[in-house]
């Protein structure tokens, strides 16, 4: 956006962003840079003793197959979610957008989940697909088959897991969508209604094109959710079977705590930190060139 | 108007600058002692340490002591503590008093009941100095637990099974009978990474294992570990909800008979009589993979617990352990733990797994070896060796594979460590 | 909107909400059955337990889980993390949207790089630093941590939304004289409602259910917030779920008569946000 010269403000008013500085500095940065000088030792997480060990640990990371496996699924829950939860959410939106009756409720039953922590989300699942005593088997028995171990096979559990991340947070994505197409002026269809064109037409000719920046911003926030997955993975699998459905997240959970490999897992947080920003940064750009101009 | 900004820019930020202004003040005259105890809320030995901390509070005017449960995350939540030099005045080090938190902890061997420490503990609990860190309750020494119901009702007698083959022998015949072999579970933590750590000292000699300790890692007979779990896997002996079972799963199969064998330290039978009092468990040494003696795996019990170097009030919380360390209380404390007292002048009821203990234990017949991930992997390993059994159970790996991850893991834990 | 209005289309739709209502339903109402039956009931979880509630749980939800104090605590810490982030996070973005230099630039990209930092690649240096501040076991510890983690998405936000505002207004009061800070507090922030909706929505509720780094922070039973008592009850009562699903549900009512109540001004506040 060109800023006319009168309005070009001077350079004081930038101590208004000054509070905020402070405290990531403090909160955020301090301990982001100490997190990356761990990341050149070999410290194990607690005690007094680290040596220097230079770039020994990102060095591993190009060699190291279990984190390769992690990036992946990091990728395919941060983009499988996010595919999932913009055409189910879209669908949702175009829905419930309609005079309908409950649709308050409806919007309001879809959203709950948002509302719950992940931690908690993951384990009410956790619940359902229990083998045992769980309710999915339990359907399964009731129509004659053999329990399944849901989340025993790698496969099976990275779609439970990508499915029950979408479905917690596709309120979300509905509510921006909805918002979206509230946005668009109706006389944009009367206009084309009178022109011919109906239904599927009009929605990829008006409403997709308007609804751009809802675009965005839900992708965005869906991407960021997904990318950092962490809760839900934990409950509901553990990053097992094996290390087969870790996300880096959980990675670094398991290496800092239980390998005791302080030095290495700040290695992966800073890798993870640098390839997720570069790939939202990315995204955005392209996204949306128009509404905020980062570059 | 500039200064207008500023007195914003400023007034917002006071928040963040008092951070560094406030201190917490204490009362003075009373000691408040924390003692984070890691034994969960609902747990026996729990319940005695509040009600033995209360009595002791009774006597002791101006000391109070916080005894709080662990949570989910009890070791993560101490290696945060320790890092941040921000340690409790006492706490419960869960087998790991010498090769994780002596570094942080008082020696104790100074105490007066230090000479009445089990002589079984010395391996696991002390220095070459002979110097040791905490307060063991109990005596861990653990093998294959067993439904003895169940193997009676299959002909099987435990007393006999002596060799690998033999409890191969027994898991066909309770295949054949309908009843799961082996319990394991890649959900928690524990029951995977314990088949390995229970097989291993069975199929490394004497001279594999020292040159591990060295740091030289022996990857034929810990493929011969890993290949023997995966033929047992092809055999169907395992447990059709191994990804998915809890503790609680497992220890309700044991009780009700639904398995025979559990690779599992003693205390989940206390948890497997809940679910069934009438149930008769046991357990048996482990037989070795390479045809030398049986044995049973022992360490560091279930509690110990230590005092911190840097604590201002150490020597109240001395005095208070050394409180724990009387017979009677030590005696209290470690029948909650239904295990073998850590201390000689104690007494302990071993409850349904007395026959056991008469049988493989007390007849000293048998060779007591360390748990084999604590003595030679370097500290850091448990989670490799539970990840690579699990990729094993689970089929998501092959030995090999699993193998060269732990050998990877191995070299650059025992890098780090040294 | 969609102008044909077929009966069969509207069939497909409401079959189609229908599944997806009863999906989003699912866990609760499994939570709910899990929660009023006692530990040794092993009967399905489909079943109610009709004329047999088991309200136990409940009761160890609210007095060993100490539920209703954590609802408390987790509202301070809302409350006052969403009250800064909403402040500072619209102080900030204003010289980053209308003062457009290469520095304020790249401010801005650092600030938004910082939404993407994982929590535990910064868990053990910030623990260690609240602990010499002492502000372990402080809600005004916990209150800058999450300010401090939501407010990039916050300026972001706010940033993308001030650059959409006409410029005119604030040319008109500027001509007539008005400083820069009564230009923001009578021109600028009445403008920001719609957009202030938004980013409380979004950053209130990661606050409510922040588990990583709270559960380090405010470790003392009393000062726990919602996620963490929750999840105590998977240890501390030896895996409780009967008591953790009672937890989990008391611990959605307050939230959920929130969004009740503010439901229109949801939606109203995403419209502003997804604008231009």
Redesign the interface.
């Known amino acids: 956006m060109a800023t006319s010269p009168r309005t070009q403000k001077s350079w ?2 930038n ?2 962003y ?2 905020a500085i ?2 990531f500095a ?1 909160f955020t940065v301090y301990p982001l840079i100490n997190g990356a000088n761990l990341s050149l030792t ?1 410290w ?5 003793d680290r040596s220097f060990v230079g770039l020994d640990n990102y060095l ?1 990371l190009f060699t ?3 984190f390769r496996t992690s990036l992946i699924n990091t990728f395919i829950y941060g983009f499988g979610s996010t595919l999932i939860q913009q055409i189910l959410g879209l669908a949702l939106a175009v829905a419930l957008d309609r005079a309908l009756r409950g649709r308050n409720v409806a919007r309001a039953i879809i959203y709950l989940p948002v509302l719950v922590s992940p931690v908690v989300m993951g384990t009410m699942y956790y619940l359902l ?4 005593n ?1 309710a999915f088997n339990d359907i399964v028995v009731a129509l004659g088959g053999e ?1 399944i ?6 496969g099976s559990a990275i779609a439970i897991i990508v499915t029950v991340n979408s479905l917690q947070f596709v309120g979300v994505s509905m509510i921006i969508y909805l918002a979206g197409l509230q946005s668009i002026p109706g006389e944009l269809y009367e206009a084309s209604t009178l022109d011919g064109a109906t239904g599927w037409k009009q929605f990829r000719a008006i409403t997709v094109p308007m609804l751009q920046p809802a675009f965005a911003t839900s992708i965005v926030l869906n991407l960021i959710g997904g990318l950092k997955l962490f809760d839900i993975i934990k409950v509901l ?8 459905t870790n996300s880096v997240s959980t990675l670094i959970g ?1 290496t800092y ?8 897992a700040s290695a992966m947080g800073i890798a993870l930190f640098f390839i997720i920003a570069v790939f939202t940064l990315l995204l955005n750009t392209a996204l949306n060139r128009r509404r905020l101009d980062l570059s | ?2 200064s ?3 007195i ?2 400023a007034l ?2 006071i ?2 600058f ?3 202004c ?3 003040g204490s009362d003075e005259g009373s000691i408040k002692l924390e003692f984070q105890t890691g034994r ?4 026996a030995i729990q319940e005695k340490l509040v009600s033995l901390a209360k009595s002791y509070e009774e006597t002791h005017k101006g000391v109070s002591i916080d005894v ?19 340690m409790p005045d006492m706490w419960g080090t869960h087998g790991w008093s010498l090769l ?1 938190y002596s ?1 942080f902890l008082e020696p104790l061997n100074n105490r007066s009941w230090a000479k009445d420490m089990n002589p079984a503990l010395d391996t696991a609990m002390k220095n070459e100095k002979g110097e040791f860190f905490a307060l063991p309750v109990d005596t861990d020494v653990s093998g294959i637990l067993y439904n003895a119901d169940v193997l009676k009702a299959n002909s099987i007698d435990p007393t006999s099974i002596d060799t690998i083959s033999d409890f191969e022998a027994a898991a066909k015949t309770l295949k054949s009978a309908g009843i799961t072999p082996i319990t394991s579970s ?2 928690d ?1 524990w029951f995977a990474g314990n088949l390995t750590d229970w097989l291993a000292p069975g199929a490394f000699t004497d001279t594999e294992l020292a040159s591990m300790s060295k740091g030289t890692f022996q990857s034929e007979p810990y493929t011969t570990v890993l290949q023997k779990i995966a033929d047992w896997k092809k055999d169907g002996f395992f447990n ?10 497992i220890a309700t199969a044991l009780a009700t008979g639904k398995t025979a064998f559990v690779f599992m330290q003693n205390n989940l039978v206390t ?1 497997a009589l809940t679910f069934n009092p009438d149930a008769k468990l046991g357990y048996m040494p482990v037989p070795a993979i390479n045809g030398s003696s049986k044995y049973l795996i022992g360490g560091e019990g279930l509690a110990a617990f230590g005092v911190a170097k840097s604590s201002p009030d150490k020597d109240a919380a001395l005095d208070f352990i050394d409180f724990l360390a009387e017979p009677a209380n030590e005696s209290a404390l470690a029948t909650a733990a239904a295990g073998i007292p850590g201390l000689t002048t104690a007494t302990t009821d071993l409850a349904g797994l007395t026959s056991s203990y008469d049988e493989f234990v007390a007849s000293d017949n048998y060779p007591l070896v360390p748990y084999f991930d604590r003595v030679y992997l370097p ?6 060796v539970v ?2 059994t ?2 094993i ?5 092959n030995p090999k594979d699993a193998v060269s ?1 732990v050998q ?2 191995f070299a ?2 025992y ?3 040294k | 909107m969609i102008t044909t209005k077929t009966p069969i289309r509207n069939a497909i739709i409401g079959v189609g909400l229908v599944i997806v209502i009863g999906m989003q339903l699912l866990p609760f109402y499994v939570a709910l059955t899990t929660s009023l039956k006692p530990k040794t009931d092993l009967s399905s979880q489909w079943v109610f337990p009709f004329g047999n509630i088991y309200w136990e749980n409940f009761a160890t939800a609210i007095g ?1 889980g100490n539920i209703l104090r954590a609802i408390a605590n987790s509202a301070i810490v809302t409350i006052g993390s969403t009250l ?1 982030i909403c ?2 996070g619209a ?1 900030a973005a204003y010289p980053l949207a209308r003062r457009n230099t290469t520095g304020n630039k790249l401010v801005l990209l650092s600030i938004v790089g910082l939404i993407m930092v994982p929590p535990l690649s910064i ?2 240096p910030l ?2 630093m609240l ?1 010499q ?4 076991n402080t809600y ?2 916990t209150i ?1 941590v999450m300010t401090a983690s939501q407010l990039p998405l916050s300026i972001f936000l706010y940033t993308a939304f001030m650059r959409g505002l006409p410029l005119s207004v604030e040319e008109a009061a500027t001509v007539d004289g008005a ?3 009564q230009l923001l507090f009578r021109v600028v922030f009445p403008m920001l409602k719609p957009v202030t909706a938004t980013v409380m929505i979004l950053t209130s509720v990661t606050v409510w259910n922040e588990y990583a780094l709270s ?2 922070i405010l ?3 009393e000062m726990r917030t919602i996620a ?1 008592s929750i ?2 009850f ?7 779920l009967g008591a953790a699903a009672a937890a989990a549900l008391i611990a959605v009512v307050p939230v959920l008569i929130i969004y009740l109540a503010l439901q229109r001004y949801f939606i109203k506040g995403m419209v502003a946000g997804s604008e231009k």
């Open positions: 004081r008013i101590l208004l000054l509070p402070i405290l403090i070999n194990n997480g607690y005690s007094a591993r190291d197959e279990v697909f229990n083998f045992n769980g329990r171990a849901w989340l025993g096979d790698s699998t553990g990053g097992g079977p094996g290390y087969s398991q705590f239980e390998n005791q490999s302080a030095g290495y | 108007m500039k207008r900004l500023t914003i820019a917002t930020s928040p963040l008092l951070t560094g406030s201190t917490g969960l809320a609902s747990d709080i449960p662990a949570t989910q995350t009890y070791e993560a939540d101490m290696k945060v503590r320790l890092a941040a030099n921000d994780r570094e890649g959900k933590n059709a909800d191994y990804s998915a079972a809890t503790t609680d799963d948890n500290n850091g390993m448990w989670n490799t990840s690579t699990d990729s159970i689970s089929g998501q790996a991850q990877k893991d650059s834990l890098g780090q460590n | 060993d800064l402040l500072l102080l868990l053990v623990y260690t602990t501040m002492g502000a372990v005004w510890g800058l400083s820069t800070i559960v380090f470790r003392s039973p963490p999840g105590a998977f240890s501390t009562q030896n895996s409780n």
